[in-house]
T-cell receptor
Framework: GAGVSQSPSNKVTEKGKDVELRCDPI?????LYWYRQSLGQGLEFLIY????????KSGLPSDRFSAERTGGSVSTLTIQRTQQEDSAVYLC???????????FGPGTRLTVL | QQQVKQSPQSLIVQKGGISIINCAYE??????FPWYQQFPGKGPALLIA?????SEKKEGRFTISFNKSAKQFSLHIMDSQPGDSATYFC????????????FGKGTKLTVNP
C-alpha cells in the first residue's frame, strides 16, 4: 500500500514548548527508525525499534528526546522543552525486517523560534 | 567521527554526461552500502545498493562500483538527465550490528539541459 507517512509536514513552535511528531510506517514493516536531517550535521540516526525488542536509543541527542512505538506500528517522537538547535527535518523510515532496505517518509520540518 | 566521507559536495554536469560521486568508509565491518536520492521537500528514496562481495552493480543508468581493499565506493550516473538533479547520499550499514544507516554528507547534483 502507501509508503511511510509523517505528520505534521511542518511544525513551528516556540522555544521551550514540547512537540510530538508522528510516523506511520509501511504496513507489515517490523522495523522503524527516526533520523534527523540538518544543514550542519547531515542525516543522523536517532532511534530504532524492532518488533517487541527494546529500542536502540543510542542516537538521541539529549534526554529531552524520547520516542515510543505503540502496537508495533505508529511511532511518536517527542521533544520536550524545544531549543533552537532542534530545528531540523525529522525523518522516519521503516523496513520489512532487520537488515532489509529502509524506506523513508517525507519528513516533518520543525522550526523552533 | 565521520565514518562515511562523500565527495564532491556539489556537482554540475551537462545533459548526457556522466555523474560520478565518491564515498569512503572507515569501518571495515560495514556490509551493506545503499545510495539514496533526495529531491527538495521529499524524504530520501533508495536508489541502488551493493554488498561488499561484488565489485559492481548496475541498474539502468545507475552503477555502483565497490573497492573493498580501498574502502571506497562510487555512484555513476550515465547519460545524466535534468530530472536526475537532486541530492545524493551514500550510506553504510552493519547487518546484525546497530541497524542504523551511517550517511555521507550528500552531493548536490545539477544536470544542465
Amino acid at each position: 500500500g502507501a509508503g511511510v507517512s509523517q505528520s505534521p509536514s511542518n511544525k513551528v513552535t516556540e522555544k521551550g514548548k514540547d512537540v510530538e511528531l508522528r510516523c506511520d510506517p509501511i504496513s507489515g514493516h517490523t522495523a522503524l527508525y527516526w533520523y534527523r536531517q540538518s544543514l550542519g550535521q547531515g542525516l543522523e540516526f536517532l532511534i530504532y525499534f524492532q518488533g517487541n525488542s527494546a529500542p536502540d536509543k543510542s542516537g538521541l541527542p539529549s534526554d529531552r528526546f524520547s520516542a515510543e512505538r505503540t502496537g508495533g506500528s505508529v511511532s511518536t517522537l517527542t521533544i520536550q522543552r524545544t531549543q533552537q538547535e532542534d530545528s531540523a527535518v525529522y525523518l522516519c523510515a521503516s523496513s520489512l525486517r532487520r537488515a532489509s532496505p529502509q524506506f523513508f517518509g517525507p519528513g516533518t520540518r520543525l522550526t523552533v523560534l | 567521527q565521520q565514518q562515511v566521507k562523500q565527495s564532491p559536495q556539489s556537482l554540475i554536469v551537462q545533459k548526457g554526461g556522466i555523474s560520478i560521486i565518491n564515498c569512503a568508509y572507515e569501518n571495515t565491518a560495514f556490509d551493506y552500502f545503499p545510495w539514496y536520492q533526495q529531491f527538495p521537500g521529499k524524504g530520501p528514496a533508495l536508489l541502488i545498493a551493493i554488498r561488499p562481495d561484488v565489485s559492481e552493480k548496475k541498474e539502468g543508468r545507475f552503477t555502483i562500483s565497490f573497492n573493498k581493499s580501498a574502502k571506497q565506493f562510487s555512484l555513476h550516473i550515465m547519460d545524466s538527465q535534468p530530472g536526475d538533479s537532486a541530492t545524493y547520499f551514500c550510506a553504510a550499514f552493519l547487518i546484525g550490528g546497530s541497524e542504523k544507516l551511517v550517511f555521507g554528507k550528500g552531493t548536490k547534483l545539477t544536470v544542465n539541459p
